[in-house]
């Protein structure tokens, strides 16, 4: 009875613990006897049949099976220790080295059929002044803001600087030459067409608020305009007519 029992529970044992990954005969065996062991723990007295005793072998492996569910989920969610000398340190990967401004300059970026040549900061930044740099030559000595060679000075003096750097600082001195002018205009024409202080406040106004060269030629034509208005409306356009031309 006793080798029956066992041999039988060794079989029902093996096809459930494959699931687990167990397969050794031996451990199967060690728990067919646990299994005995218990059996024979109920029944001091001796064993019944296969048949009384199923229901206790049914409890019994299914006790067995989450036992060795339980050990599986554990040995899952354990993490197992690295020893400092195994663990993998990253590499740490070389910077690229920086690219010189002549490097840059010859590198190209394609495009669809066509190569476009790649512009070094010098360039953009030499390319973002000429726009200025054109209405200082042209427009502002035209205007009679500045004289021709006072506007090559000041081109030359935007070399090296940010674009809207180097025009804030021609602004200023634009600003002033206007603000000049426009006093000027006033003392020789007793107030002209801004005879008011409320007039000449605003102007002045107008003036500060100028924050580019093309606001400020903007505002130059303005005053151009009123002072010819006024000149033809008083009959003192010849006496004043050179105050806003063209410098040399």
Do not use: Y
């Not at 690295?82 to 690219?99: H, W």
């Not at 970026?109 to 042209?138: C, I, N, Y």
């Not at 030359?156 to 000027?184: H, S, T």
Request: contains cysteine.
């Amino acid at each position: 009875m006793s080798d029956t029992l066992e041999m039988n529970l060794c079989g029902r044992i093996l096809l459930g613990v494959r699931r687990h990954g167990i397969s050794d005969p031996a451990r199967v065996a060690v728990l067919a006897r646990s299994v005995v062991a218990v059996i024979d723990h109920h029944h001091p007295e001796g064993r019944p049949s296969l048949l009384e005793l199923e229901p206790l072998i049914t409890e019994q492996l299914a006790l067995l099976e989450a036992s060795l569910m339980e050990a599986r989920m554990r040995s899952a969610l354990t993490v197992p220790e690295v020893p400092p000398e195994m663990e993998v340190q990253p590499q740490e990967q070389e910077a690229p080295p920086e690219e010189t401004p002549k490097r840059l300059r010859k590198r190209t970026l394609k495009g669809k059929g066509h190569t476009v040549q790649a512009k070094s900061m010098e360039e953009k930044l030499r390319e973002g002044r000429v726009p200025v740099q054109e209405l200082l030559q042209k427009d502002c000595v035209q205007l009679g803001l500045v004289s021709a060679k006072q506007a090559k000075r000041l081109v030359r003096g935007m070399l090296g600087k940010r674009p809207e750097d180097a025009e804030q600082e021609i602004v200023e001195q634009l600003r002033q030459v206007l603000q000049d002018q426009v006093k000027g205009i006033v003392r020789r024409l007793k107030g002209g067409p801004w005879a008011t202080p409320q007039a000449q406040e605003e102007m002045r106004q107008d003036i500060r608020s100028a924050r580019s060269v093309k606001s400020i030629l903007m505002l130059a034509r303005q005053i151009a305009k009123e002072r010819a208005a006024w000149e033809k409306k008083h009959g003192s356009g010849g006496l004043f007519a050179g105050l806003f031309g063209g410098r040399r």
